[in-house]
């Protein structure tokens, strides 16, 4: 049980307000920074096309999900012209050799084919920009939860700007890098829209709900419904935005009810349906952080955390807590960027 805090003064919440939108500001990238990545992409793609003439690269991840910083990594998904989907290919030699064929481009360093993870991978490194990136193979369904992610960061500005503050939090914490056994970019993203469909009134909606015919549409990419509404011109007609509160209130309220009201053991954190679901139903009793996929209900983000990172995690998530909802009289002096003071 964690002691109450201790109330806020108007103040402080408008300084919280104000670190929030400053965060957003500092860490988002501008047009021309999104254009060098498309720039890139188009680039990489002509070189491709030199060995595999029906090849066609996509960028995926924050680089499209709107939730991108300036040194995030380039997400590509390659797919071939006339072939729907990875079936009957042979994926890691056909990884072995794009490998070969980067280590020929001469703006790229450290090409690095990975084909024991579960999705194979070449890894990048874009000597001009600085960038790292990879590509994936026919990764589809990471192209829809791109564009799903996007059409709520498109929904309202305080989406976007609580995902930034959560993505610096988490770095900061150490809590953010699942190659080192934490969590994901992705994972704490899920957790962030989960946290908004479940305040009241909630600031975004269950997008995978929302549907015009009498059931919902099915549209299956491997063997999943990735199904959602997008028509977000029409969706002020199907929901309308009743949450008013500040970015400051809605960071609070996110720590808050991650430490204080969300029940890990029962509840799973799940965006694509507003009704509880309980980890006993997905029998995903054994981890304490169950979060799910919003298209491959079989994936569980948190599936890889140990018991130790779990509560490493939830420590930084109780500290959070304690420091923002903690009113101090003034920002120290030497404050010069957002998280600093945190
Ligand atoms: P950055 O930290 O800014 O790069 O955020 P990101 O959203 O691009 O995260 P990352 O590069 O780790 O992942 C790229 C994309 O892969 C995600 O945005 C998802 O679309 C997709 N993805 C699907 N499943 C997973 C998963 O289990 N883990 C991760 N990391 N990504 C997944
Ligand atoms: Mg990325």
């Given at each position: 049980q964690l002691a109450p805090l201790p109330p806020m003064t108007p103040a402080f919440l408008k300084t919280l307000n104000t670190v929030c939108q400053q965060c957003y500001r500092d860490f988002a990238p501008d047009d021309v920074e999104l254009g060098v990545r498309e720039h890139i992409l188009q680039d990489l793609e002509s070189f491709v096309k030199r060995q595999f003439t029906g090849a066609r690269l996509r960028l995926f991840g924050s680089s499209k999900n709107g939730f991108g910083f300036k040194q995030s990594d380039l997400d590509i998904c390659m797919v071939l012209d006339g072939q729907e989907t990875a079936e009957g290919l042979d994926c890691i030699s056909i990884i072995e050799s794009l490998a070969r064929l980067l280590r020929k481009h001469p703006g790229l360093r450290n090409i690095l084919p990975i084909t024991t993870a579960k999705v194979p991978i070449v890894k990048f490194y874009h000597a001009r920009t600085g960038l790292e990136g990879d590509i994936s193979l026919y990764n589809t369904l990471a192209l829809h939860n791109t564009r799903l992610l996007a059409s709520y960061a498109a929904i309202d500005l305080r989406v976007k700007m609580l995902c930034y503050v959560t993505k610096v939090f988490a770095k900061l914490c150490d809590i953010g890098d699942a190659s080192r056994g934490s969590l994901s970019s992705y994972g704490f993203t899920l957790m962030v829209l989960f946290y908004l469909q479940q305040r009241n009134p909630p600031v975004i909606p269950v997008l995978q709900e929302i549907y015009d015919e009498e059931k919902k549409p099915e549209v299956l990419v491997d063997g999943w419904n990735v199904y959602f509404y997008d028509d977000l011109d029409k969706l002020p007609e199907r929901w309308q935005q009743k949450n008013l509160e500040s970015v400051g209130a809605l960071w609070l309220g996110l720590l808050q009810f991650y430490t204080e009201t969300f029940d890990f053991r029962e509840h799973v954190i799940s965006i694509r349906q507003s009704a509880a679901l309980t980890t006993f139903n997905k029998q995903?009793?054994?981890?304490?952080i169950v979060i799910e996929d919003p298209f491959d209900?079989?994936?569980?983000?948190?599936?890889?955390?140990?018991r130790r990172m779990t509560n490493f995690i939830m420590k930084a998530f109780i500290n959070g807590r304690s420091v923002f909802g903690t009113s101090v009289k003034a920002y120290p002096p030497e404050y010069t960027s957002p998280m600093e003071f945190f």
């Open positions: 995903w009793t054994s981890k304490y209900l079989n994936h569980n983000l948190g599936a890889g955390l140990s």
